[in-house]
């Protein structure tokens, strides 16, 4: 069966440098979601989509922003990197409704230098 | 306080025996809730998923819920070391469209 498909795998940026994360989420999931977790910790809520528009928004920093496509994928844009900034992002699909089941996929790891 | 709670463990069990993960949530409003396991670098797999007062049960993993409680179980039967992992608890927002996660268990299977 499909899966959660997340883009790239491992990225390496500079501190200052832009990173584009990208999201496909199962086929027919309308809902997206936007985990952040960093070493020990558990995933931090970043933000949602549903229907391409920002459903529910937690802890995420003004220097990223997220959108969610017509063909519902989602991208995570994430600008003037910090060293903290580096962790495992993670992005889940459900169909919306509150007795779905969320999917996660492999995750991106994100390392700031 | 946080949200969804668990105990961080590290919760050890010989093999063959059964672990008993807990939880507990703040927010009457959730109605789902799910149990991952997540293996240390790797993204979370979902295990189980209740909405209904009670047991549920898949194979060796019983989910139970208590809504009066607030309170989430997961049963681990016939315990294998490969289920040594962290045990994430996730309720739904309520009316939020999010998962809230506790902080996880860690389960070590001793062989």
């Known amino acids: 069966a499909a899966g959660v498909i997340q883009s790239p795998r491992h990225l390496i940026k500079e501190k200052r440098e832009t990173a584009t994360l990208k999201c496909y989420p199962i086929p027919r999931h309308d809902t997206v979601y936007w985990y952040q977790q960093g070493p020990g910790q558990d995933p931090q809520f970043l933000i949602s989509f549903y229907e391409k528009m920002q459903s529910d928004k937690g802890s995420i920093p003004d220097r990223f922003s997220a959108q969610q496509f017509s063909d519902y994928h989602s991208e995570l844009n994430m600008s003037s990197l910090e060293l903290g900034d580096s962790a495992l992002y993670f992005c889940?699909?459900?169909?919306?409704?509150?007795?779905?089941?969320?999917?996660f996929g492999q995750g991106t790891r994100l390392t700031v230098v | 306080q946080k949200e969804v709670e668990q105990n961080s463990g590290p919760l050890s069990v010989p093999e063959g025996a059964i672990a008993s993960l807990n939880c507990t949530y703040s927010d009457r409003g959730s109605q789902s809730f799910f149990w991952y396991r997540q293996y240390s670098g790797k993204s979370p797999e979902l295990i189980m998923f209740i909405y209904s007062n009670g047991d549920k049960e898949d194979g060796r993993f019983t989910a139970q819920l208590n809504k009066a409680s607030q309170y989430v179980s997961l049963l681990i039967r016939d315990s294998q070391p490969s289920d040594s992992a962290t045990y994430l608890c996730a309720a739904d927002g309520g009316a939020t469209n999010k998962l809230i996660f506790g902080t996880g268990t860690l389960l070590a299977v001793q062989p």
């Open positions: 889940a699909s459900s169909l919306h409704g509150t007795r779905t089941e969320a999917f």
